[in-house]
C-alpha cells in the first residue's frame, strides 16, 4: 500500500511536532549533569509513567511481541502482565532505596554498597549489552517494519531511524527525551488501539475472535512447555528478566531516578503497571488475529503486525499508524541511547579517567558517547536479522548478564553483610552457568535456565558471606532534598493491578 499525500502530511508533521517539542524541552536545560542526564530531577508522575512505556514498547513489541502472539499466542503476553506486577514491586521496594541513596546510574549504587570493581563489572556489562542487544534489535525491528509497510529497505531505515534519534538525544539529554516520549507514548497507544480495532472488526467481533483462536488465547501452558511454562511465569524465571528490567535497568530506572520525589516516582510506576495491563490486546491479541485474517501473506512471525497494518489501515489513516510505529522506535532507541551514554559518562569516564571531570566535561563526553553508540548500534543492527525471531534473541541474550546482577542487588538489600566479593562472583558466574545451561539443555525452556542460574549464584554468595561476612553491616548514604514520603494509597493501587492481572489469567486460562 503506499502512501497517499494525507499520510504523508501527516507523517511529517509528527515528525516536526517531536522535533519542535525536544527543541523546547532542551532549552530549558542547565549546564550541569544532574539536569542533562536526570533532567533535573523534577519529573512528574504522569510524565514518569508515559516516558517508561514509551521507552519500553518499540517496534521490538510491534514486531517481535506480535510475531510471538502469530506463533506463540496469548501466553506470551505473560511478559506484559507480569511486567505489570514487577512494578509494583519496583515502585514499593526498590525505588525507595534507590532515591534515598540519590544515585544517578544503577551501577553507582553497587559502588555504595559493595565497592567500585563491583560498578565497573556491571557498567561494563550494560554497555555491551545496549549496544549489541538492544541497540541493535530497536533498530532493526524498526527498519523491518518500515520495510514490511511502505517498502524502504532496511539497511537505509536502520541508518535513517539512527540519525533522527542521535539528533536530538544529542542535543537536548533526558528533558528532551521525557518529552517527546510523551507524544511518542500517545501516539503509539492509539495506533495500538486503532489497529485492535479494524483488526477485531475484520475478523468478525470478539465471539468470532475467541472461537477461531481457540487454545491460542490460553495464558497458561504446561510447566515443562520449551518457551513459557507456568512454572517459570508465576514462580521462576520470568521474574528474573522482569526485576532486572523494570527495577535494575540504567535505560527504564533513569526516568524513575528522575523523579521530584519518591512519591512522584511511585505514582509513575504505578501509573505505568496499569497501562501495560492493556498491553496484550493491543499488541499480541492483533498478531493472534493476523493467523487468520492473512495468513498467505506472513513468511516469517516477525512480518505479522506489520501486515496488518498493510492491509487494514486505509488511506488517510495509514500515517499515523506509521508516525505510531515511528515514534515508538524513536523513543525506545533516544532512551536507550541516553541511558547508554550516562553510564559511559559517569560509570566508566568519570571513575576510571577523570574523577574530577567538571560538569561540562561530562556533558561533552556524553554527547561524544551519545554519536559514538549511535554509530555502533546502526553497524550492528544488521546482524540482528540472522538470529530468528527479535524477541527470543533479546530475551535470551540477557539471560548472560541478567540473573548475577538481580543476585548483587537483592542479597545485597536483605544481607548488609554481604561482603563485595559476593557481588562480583555473581556477575562474572553468572555468565559460564547460563551457557553451560544453554549448551547442554537446549530443549529445556531458557527461563528455566535463568532460574538455576540465579539459584547458583545466590548460593554462591549465601557462601562467601558466610565464610567471609563483613565486620559491620553497610550503610548507604542518604541524599538530601530528595523528598522521600511515599506516595499515598501506593499499596492499594498495586494491589489493584495484581488483582487486574490475577482477573485476566483467569480469565484466559
Not at 323 to 349: H, K, M, P, Q, R
Amino acid at each position: 500500500m503506499g502512501l497517499s499525500p494525507i499520510d504523508i502530511a501527516s507523517f511529517v508533521g509528527f515528525l516536526v511536532l517531536v522535533f519542535a517539542v525536544s527543541i523546547a524541552a532542551s532549552r530549558r536545560k542547565r549546564e550541569a549533569t544532574e539536569d542533562y542526564f536526570l533532567a533535573g530531577r523534577e519529573l512528574s508522575w504522569w510524565l514518569i509513567g508515559i516516558s517508561l512505556i514509551a521507552s519500553n514498547i518499540s517496534t521490538e513489541h510491534f514486531v517481535g511481541l506480535a510475531g510471538r502472539g502469530y506463533e506463540l499466542g496469548l501466553a506470551i503476553a505473560s511478559y506484559e502482565w507480569m511486567a505489570a506486577v514487577t512494578l509494583v514491586v519496583v515502585a514499593l521496594f526498590f525505588l525507595p532505596r534507590f532515591l534515598r541513596a540519590g544515585i544517578f546510574t544503577m551501577p553507582e549504587y553497587l559502588e555504595y554498597r559493595y565497592d567500585g570493581a563491583a560498578r565497573s563489572i556491571m557498567a561494563l556489562f550494560m554497555m555491551l549489552a545496549y549496544i549489541f542487544v538492544a541497540l541493535a534489535t530497536v533498530l532493526y525491528s524498526g527498519a523491518l517494519a518500515l520495510e514490511a509497510v511502505i517498502g524502504l529497505d532496511v539497511i537505509k531505515g536502520i541508518w535513517i531511524i539512527g540519525a533522527l534519534s542521535g539528533a536530538y538525544v544529542t542535543y537536548g539529554g533526558l528533558r528532551a527525551v521525557v518529552w517527546t516520549e510523551l507524544i511518542q507514548g500517545t501516539a503509539l497507544l492509539f495506533g495500538g488501539l486503532l489497529t485492535f480495532t479494524l483488526s477485531l472488526e475484520a475478523i468478525g467481533g470478539w465471539s468470532r475472535f475467541t472461537a477461531l483462536a481457540g487454545d491460542r488465547l490460553h495464558t497458561v501452558l504446561p510447566w515443562n512447555h520449551p518457551e513459557m511454562p507456568w512454572l517459570a511465569v508465576f514462580i521462576g524465571g520470568l521474574w528474573i528478566p522482569n526485576t532486572f528490567y523494570w527495577g535494575l535497568n540504567q535505560f527504564i530506572t533513569q526516568r524513575a531516578l528522575a523523579a521530584r520525589s519518591l512519591a512522584e516516582g511511585q505514582r509513575g510506576a504505578l501509573f505505568a503497571a496499569a497501562i501495560k495491563v492493556t498491553i496484550p490486546f493491543l499488541i499480541v491479541m492483533p498478531g493472534i488475529m493476523a493467523v487468520h485474517l492473512f495468513p498467505g501473506l506472513i513468511d516469517t512471525p516477525d512480518q505479522a503486525y506489520p501486515v496488518l497494518i498493510r492491509e487494514l489501515i486505509p488511506a488517510g489513516l495509514l500515517g499515523v499508524i506509521l508516525a505510531a510505529l515511528f515514534g515508538a522506535v524513536l523513543s525506545t532507541f533516544e532512551s536507550l541511547l541516553n541511558s547508554a551514554a550516562t553510564i559511559f559518562s559517569l560509570d566508566i569516564y568519570q571513575r576510571h579517567w577523570r574523577p574530577k571531570a567538571e560538569a561540562a566535561e561530562l556533558l561533552r563526553v556524553g554527547r561524544w558517547a551519545t554519536l559514538a553508540l549511535f554509530l555502533l548500534g546502526c553497524l550492528w543492527a544488521p546482524l540482528v536479522g540472522r538470529a530468528g525471531s527479535v524477541f527470543q534473541y533479546i530475551q535470551m541474550f540477557w539471560g548472560f548478564i541478567s540473573p548475577g546482577i538481580v543476585a548483587a542487588f537483592v542479597v545485597g538489600m536483605i544481607s548488609p553483610r554481604t561482603p563485595a566479593l559476593a557481588a562480583k562472583g555473581a556477575m562474572l558466574l553468572g555468565i559460564p552457568v547460563y551457557g553451560l545451561l544453554l549448551w547442554f539443555l537446549p530443549g529445556v525452556a531458557f527461563l528455566h535456565h535463568m532460574a538455576i542460574t540465579f539459584i547458583v549464584v545466590v548460593l554462591y554468595m549465601a557462601a562467601v558471606t558466610i565464610l567471609r561476612p563483613l565486620p559491620a553491616p553497610v550503610i548507604l548514604p542518604v541524599k538530601e532534598g530528595i523528598a522521600l514520603e511515599p506516595a499515598l494509597h501506593a499499596g492499594w493501587f498495586g494491589g489493584g493491578v495484581v488483582a487486574a492481572v490475577a482477573a485476566l489469567y483467569l480469565y484466559f486460562w
